[in-house]
């Protein structure tokens, strides 16, 4: 391998044209010419003595050795950012990649298009958004920022409150008909409830806050699922009680299509930003939090 060190220009084209899968792309995005991506390509492969991209008329795609390098090269870009934006000052626009995840329905229906708009304000940077049915350790498993509904974190992350939120008992009006509505938090274990295995919920228990007492019910029923949506869809479809969050049922609950049940019970369950503190700093991460803050605010959703 040539001993010589990759420059950041060539690791940041290199970046773009991943990002793209295209060398004309990436060229218009970083407003070069094609001649000028190839270029910082062939010598950042030939300084690593790798081939990083496989290239076809058609398409660009890495390679296992280019996998392995962009991950690298994001981290030596943003440390470089960081820097810059630390000793420099805040910048006009905040630029960089950043790793966001949230939960599989919050994520969807609620995260995505903020984050469509995030970069649509910032075009500079780069966002790439995953989701998961467990509870993800942001540091650990390298991710820049969590948008979390659930008020629990572990004390080596940072957080930031985007918007109150509470989940609620609801079931069908077909479902009340049929089995009627439990009059105390107890008549729950004589009903059909959806459990759901999502995130850091415990299965088949529901943490109640019930006229500011909390209460650990264990509930059970003949349906229950990984994924809050098909809960919901089966409480719809008349099946069971399900324990939603009021941004995802509000419209329900306003349609008819749901009935709120025993409305003293609760469960607190935020929407928060974490993230780890070594990014406390970053001017790309505090750009991303704000704007989360304030498009949640003015959001009739969650409420």
Sequence with gaps: MNTSTPANE???????????????????DLRVSPA?????IRLLEQQLGTKLLHRTTRSVALTEDGDRVLRWAQRILDDLDQLLQEVGGTRAQPRGSLRVCSSFGFGRQQVAPAIGALV?????LQVRLEVFDRLIDVAAEGF????????????HLIK???ADNHRVLCASPAYVARRGQPRTPAELAGHDCLAIKERDHPFGVWQLRCEGREQALKVSGPL??????????????GHGIVLRSLWEVA?????????QLLPGCIQPANVWAVYP???????????????LAQWFRSSARPG
């Design 144 to 155: 820049d920022l969590d948008v979390r509904v659930g008020d629990e974190a572990a004390p």
């Design 251 to 259: 419209p329900l609950l306003a349609q008819g299509r749901l009935v």
């Design 10 to 28: 060539d690791l940041r084209v290199f970046s773009v044209v991943a990002r793209k899968s295209s060398f004309t792309a990436a060229a218009d």
């Design 160 to 162: 930031r409150r985007l």
């Design 224 to 237: 229950s699922s990984n994924h809050g949506e098909i809960a919901l869809r089966w409480a719809l479809d």
């Design 120 to 124: 649509e304000r910032h075009p500079q």
């Design 36 to 40: 000028y991506v190839s270029k910082r």
């Design 277 to 291: 503190t070594r990014l406390e700093r970053s001017a790309k991460l505090r750009v991303a939090v704000e704007f």
